[in-house]
T-cell receptor, first 113, second 115 residues
Framework: GENVEQHPSTLSVQEGDSAVIKCTYS??????FPWYKQELGKRPQLIID?????GEKKDQRIAVTLNKTAKHFSLHITETQPEDSAVYFC????????????FGTGTSLTVIP | SQTIHQWPATLVQPVGSPLSLECTVE??????LYWYRQAAGRGLQLLFY??????ISSEVPQNLSASRPQDRQFILSSKKLLLSDSGFYLC??????????????FGPGTRLTVT
């Protein structure tokens, strides 16, 4: 099956700086790559996603890049704010049979005011 | 609009007791359904997924089972709970691939503590 690795596991940045989280995947058939934000005790919520036919997608301060050849994708958060502090999960999904969804192990982001 | 419900919200059960967690989705048909477990401070572990009534795929061998008796109902069960079953259980749904699958939508979760 698919194997998604995520780095770093923890990340601290000063408010206003940028944060980058990276994920790699193993199955070249994966074609959908979402990023979720999970605040303490709450459910994960989608913040941005990208499909395999696109190399980059941006939504205000958040962007995701995808390199299909290298099988890695990254989340970029610019001008970080304290409310960006949370755990971020990447995921990879493919439709070969059953629509499995595989998550990375998460990155705990702390934005220091 | 679509909504997803899970209950109970919290549960404390002794080791060896049975378990039944329920998840229902409203406002959509033929969803793909998923059960995840999240141990404290850890990632999301996919336990089961289902693409239709009675169709269950297991990702991790364990003492848990899942059933889908109706299109929008997904149940997670255990006959005898272990201490290691403690965690935050999340149900999720997704539009099938043939309908343009995208993100997964998560339920509010059930926090299970096995004592």
């Amino acid at each position: 099956g698919e194997n998604v690795e995520q780095h770093p596991s923890t990340l601290s940045v000063q408010e206003g700086d940028s944060a980058v989280i990276k994920c790699t995947y193993s199955d070249s058939a994966s074609n959908y790559f979402p990023w979720y934000k999970q605040e303490l005790g709450k459910r994960p919520q989608l913040i941005i996603d990208i499909r395999s036919n696109v190399g980059e997608k941006k939504d205000q301060r958040i962007a995701v890049t995808l390199n299909k050849t290298a099988k890695h994708f990254s989340l970029h958060i610019t001008e970080t704010q304290p409310e960006d502090s949370a755990v971020y999960f990447c995921a990879a999904s493919y439709s070969r049979s059953g629509n499995q969804f595989y998550f990375g192990t998460g990155t705990s982001l702390t934005v220091i005011p | 609009s679509q909504t997803i419900h899970q209950w109970p919200a919290t549960l404390v059960q002794p080791v060896g007791s049975p378990l039944s967690l329920e998840c229902t989705v409203e406002g959509t048909s033929n969803p793909n359904l998923y059960w995840y477990r999240q141990a404290a401070g850890r990632g999301l572990q996919l336990l089961f997924y289902s693409v239709g009534i009675g169709q269950i795929s297991s990702e991790v061998p364990q003492n848990l089972s899942a059933s889908r008796p109706q299109d929008r109902q997904f149940i997670l069960s255990s006959k005898k709970l272990l201490l290691s079953d403690s965690g935050f259980y999340l149900c999720a749904w997704r539009v099938p691939v043939w309908a343009g699958a995208g993100e997964q939508y998560f339920g509010p979760g059930t926090r299970l503590t096995v004592t």
